[in-house]
């Protein structure tokens, strides 16, 4: 289970910093960006509450994982 790295609450989904795309993100640390024909690597992610208190994902660097 993935957490976010702000606030550690669990979260599925991801929310691009361009504002258009979301995705969802697997145990492979692949994201499938909806809308989009590839995936990417993430290493960073956070919910959408601590994105609004203005978080940001631009500058991607570490998974928080829980076992």
């Not at 979301?22 to 145990?27: E, N, V």
Request: charged residues 30%; glycine residues 8%.
């Amino acid at each position: 289970m993935w957490k976010c790295k702000e606030c550690g609450s669990k979260y599925f989904e991801i929310r691009i910093t361009d504002g258009l795309a979301y995705g969802t993100f697997t145990r492979d640390r692949e994201v499938i960006l909806i809308g989009k024909p590839q995936g990417f690597e993430v290493t960073e992610v956070y919910c959408e509450e601590c994105l609004q208190h203005g978080y940001s994902i631009a500058n991607i660097a570490d998974w928080i994982e829980e076992e």
